[in-house]
């Protein structure tokens, strides 16, 4: 990708003057170009009057990365960006939205100015509007999806300035949705003759072992009105680079109107794409004009099938496959909304390693990276559009454009997803509040219709919260039927309706095992998605406190995660995702075992703070951690909880058995054990055939004495978006983990060389304190911060002081980019 590192002038002589120099020494571009705009934006919080203005003086704005989001941004004169009065209270955790304008300038050549020119925004939350060198040209509402300004005749050579405002009104949301320009920006410059990028659409009708049959069909736009002879070429590569299929080029004689483009290709032996081995296959379609090349693009697929119906369920390479799924929303806790593509595809990643197989993008369009890291990791993904249609669940919500909007929200999430092999359903919608009456009956069938005129492949689904016989129109409007927490209708709603394939799109993490007995059970349900997989901002508290008699949720004030993640903020695993990797005998951590924290020692409010009355909806599981350091519980019973693929388990205290105990379906593959504390070890070994098959152990901790400092990675390059995220983790003077609240301590990190923090985080729910000031107190004994590249390259000094402790340091390597 080329990175366009021009400075921000203000001067437009001086961007007349470089615009020049660059046509004179830049080589010329043949082919399309993408050019990303990440660094240099100019930002301020709040509405401005003439912003748009090409000659409006922004040098006193903050000079702003994008992605970006306002809302997680220390509020002026504070550490904190949270505070009580946000409008949208619980919901969004405490952070409010509000107006903001964002404006930067991006310079073009004589001959790049002439060209066809798109501005392409991944998303923009929410209701943006765009100018171009003072001419508004677009307005955008929707906060989640992909779109494209047409800037074609409408840029200069030299500086242009492009300005956006986004307007986000409270209350808009049921989660926190962040503010602002919360994906990449990119230019891209095509020639006059080009192929719509829109229009490539690539689907596999034949995937077998033996031959994969590639379709594809596409458009070749010619903005003039002379005819041009053109010559359209194909081939495909496989993972390697190497060509594996190539097509005859065709001549064709392209006058105003856009020309289709068909192709059928077959592949022998292809190499499938499945969620072990997800192979990957990039079409290269080339355009020339006059023996040069106008145009590549490249479209990267998969090969592979998918078949779902009530009797087999659903079969991926017609192999039967269940989906061990979990929602997630786009926020990434310590840097908000920020869709940096690293940070969308770590959770993707997150999931994976825990066992996940499927995401439910709860509840819109995922973003490209989002797509880009399923497809790579082998990961099945329901891309779901809203959250609401006409009917509003909140005052300021998508419902108030969707009446105009749909369409074009629909056709950006199934065109710029439709080449992705990780896409397994649309989803139309979440518990749309006109779900079951007419009118979401009909808004379910034009959703579904417009899907499969863009999309015939995929099956539409949609996840439905009413009962039978209320829900049987919707159902009937789709092809795959979702179910929020209704597991227990699978049964009778399968001698009612036959053939309906069904799933748990939503269920509570404390039901894992109840959910997971009907995808075992009953071909016709074919998996499960628990609320939620990763830990989100927003809805506070609801996975701790759940929802009160009147269905009331209970985070108040400085609640702000709602801490029914399986994967903590963080991305740490809790005790419910070793659970469920038992349950679904991923053979990760086959055995495990977690203590039950004792009434009235809870840091965090208990459990049951708040006076509970039936009826109450308790979200999570037991309240169990990895910790055996309980100070002052000493002799005191203690809950342990072993959770196991093994036939039979033994709890180990100090080297003292305290039993052996089955462990199966008849358990709900737990033991329960009630063990005097005694600092130490406490070990549970496995048994398969009397044979120890696995053990998991937990040793009480002296005080913090040292830190664990690690890296995900520590090469980066300098684009502008490559972050790397550092995890900070107290150890006793033995290595053994820190867990207990009272030994948390701060830490204070720093970054020098061409990089930024941009983020601290510690999946503490209650810690309204700053994610920019890099000091943050460990919660369980760990931080993680967020290191963003800049756009030189150069070497990374990441300094970590813990309260106490000497100073550590991560070194990290900026590179310069790489243009392949
Ligand atoms: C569901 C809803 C989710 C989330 C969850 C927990 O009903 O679809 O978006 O709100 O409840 O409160």
């Known amino acids: 990708m080329y990175i366009d590192k021009s400075h921000h002038l203000c001067s437009v002589v001086a961007l007349v003057i470089i615009a020049g120099f660059l046509a004179v020494v830049a080589p010329r571009e043949a082919a399309a170009k ?28 903050k000079t702003v990365t994008v992605p970006h989001d306002w809302s997680i941004m220390d509020r002026a004169g504070t550490k904190s960006p949270f505070t009580p009065e946000a409008e949208s209270g619980q919901d969004s955790g405490y952070l409010p939205g509000g107006t903001g304008w964002y404006r930067r300038q991006f310079i073009l050549t004589e001959e790049e100015a002439a060209k066809n020119v798109r501005l392409n925004f991944g998303a923009v939350y929410m209701d ?16 989640y999806t992909a779109f494209t300004v047409d800037l074609t005749n409408k840029v200069r050579a030299g500086g242009n300035v492009v300005a956006v405002r986004a307007r986000h009104e409270d209350p808009s949301s049921r989660w926190y949705a962040g503010s602002g320009i919360i994906q990449p920006v990119a230019l891209e410059i095509l020639n006059c003759v080009h192929i719509d990028p829109d229009s490539v659409f690539v689907t596999t009708p034949v995937a077998t072992e033996k031959v994969g049959k590639v379709k594809v069909s596409a458009q070749v736009n010619h903005c003039g009105t002379d005819p041009r002879q053109a010559l359209l070429s194909s081939r495909i590569l496989d993972g390697s680079g190497a060509v594996v299929a190539s097509t005859r080029a065709e001549k064709r004689r392209l006058s105003g109107k856009p020309s289709p483009w068909e192709l059928s290709v077959s592949i022998e032996n292809p190499s499938l794409w499945s969620l072990e081995k997800p192979n990957l296959y990039t079409l290269v379609q080339e355009v020339q004009v006059d023996g040069r090349v106008v145009d590549e693009r490249r479209t990267r697929f998969g090969i592979r099938s998918i078949t779902v119906d009530a009797k087999n369920g659903l079969r991926l390479n017609d192999r039967s496959i269940v989906l061990k799924g979990g929602n997630i929303h786009h926020d990434n806790y310590m840097i908000g909304a920020a869709g940096f593509p690293d940070a969308d595809a770590r959770k993707v990643l997150l999931m994976k390693q825990a066992g996940y197989n499927a995401i439910r993008n709860a509840h819109n369009p995922a973003s490209k990276a989002t797509l880009n890291a399923a497809d790579e990791l082998g990961m099945l993904v329901i891309n779901e559009a809203f959250d609401s249609w ?49 009118l979401g009956v009909e808004t379910a069938e034009a959703l579904t219709e417009r899907v499969r005129e863009l999309d015939p492949t995929r099956p539409v689904t949609q996840a439905v919260s009413i009962d039978p016989p209320e829900s049987a129109g919707q159902y009937a409007a789709i092809d795959v039927a979702g179910y929020n927490y209704r597991s227990h209708l699978f049964e009778s709603d399968h001698t009612d309706y036959p053939d309906r394939v069904m799933y748990s799109s939503e269920s509570l993490p404390k039901n894992a095992f109840k959910v997971w007995q009907t995808v075992e059970d009953m071909p016709w349900v074919i998996g499960d998605f628990v609320w939620t997989s990763v830990d989100y901002l927003g809805e506070a508290g609801i996975g701790w406190m ?26 740490r695993k809790r005790p419910a995702a070793y659970y469920r990797e038992v349950l679904w005998k991923s053979a990760l951590n086959p055995i495990s075992a977690f203590v039950q924290q004792p009434e009235g020692t809870a840091d ?56 052996r105990k089955a462990v199966g379906e008849a358990s709900e593959y737990k033991a329960t054990y009630t063990v005097p504390y005694q600092p130490g070890l406490l070990k549970a070994v496995g048994y398969n055939q009397e044979r120890e098959a696995g053990s998991w152990v937990l040793r009480t901790a002296g005080s913090p004495a040292a830190a664990k400092v690690y890296a995900d990675r520590h090469r980066l390059q300098a684009n502008g978006l490559d972050l790397a995220y550092v995890s900070v983790e107290l150890t006793d003077q033995n290595g053994t983990p820190i867990y207990a609240r009272s030994d948390d301590r701060f830490v204070d990190i720093q970054v020098e060389g061409p990089a930024e923090l941009i983020g601290v985080g510690n999946g503490n729910p209650m810690d309204a304190s700053s994610f920019q000031s890099g000091r943050k107190k460990t919660f369980h004994g760990r931080v993680v911060a967020v290191v963003r590249a800049g756009t030189e390259p150069g070497q990374v000094t990441v300094r970590v002081a813990v309260e106490g402790q000497p100073e550590q340091q991560q070194v990290l390597h900026v590179t310069s980019v790489d243009y392949r």
């Open 34 to 61: 993408e050019r990303g705009l990440s660094d240099d934006w100019r930002f301020f919080k709040g509405d401005v009057s003439g912003a748009e203005r090409t000659d409006f003086d922004d040098r006193k704005w």
């Open 128 to 143: 943006a509007d765009i100018w171009v060198n003072g001419r508004h040209l677009a307005s955008h509402h929707y906060g």
């Open 390 to 438: 006409n009917k509003h669940k909140r005052a300021k919500d998508y419902s108030r454009f969707f009446a105009t909007d749909w369409k074009a929200d629909i056709d950006s999430m199934v065109i710029s997803g439709r080449n992705h092999p990780s896409v397994l359903f649309w989803s139309i919608g979440n518990e749309i509040p006109e779900q079951g009456t007419p």
């Open 546 to 571: 759940g929802y009160s008699q009147d269905w009331q949720k209970l985070g108040p004030y400085p609640w702000h995660l709602a801490y029914c993640g399986e994967i903590d903020a963080t991305g």
């Open 604 to 659: 965090l409010p208990d459990r049951h703070y708040f006076k509970i009355e039936p009826p109450h909806l308790d979200w999570s599981l037991e309240d169990v951690h990895p910790s055996w350091t309980w100070p002052g519980q000493e002799n005191k019973p203690l809950t342990v909880f072993v959770y196991s693929e093994h036939p039979e388990v033994e709890l180990f205290l100090n080297g003292e058995s305290l039993g």
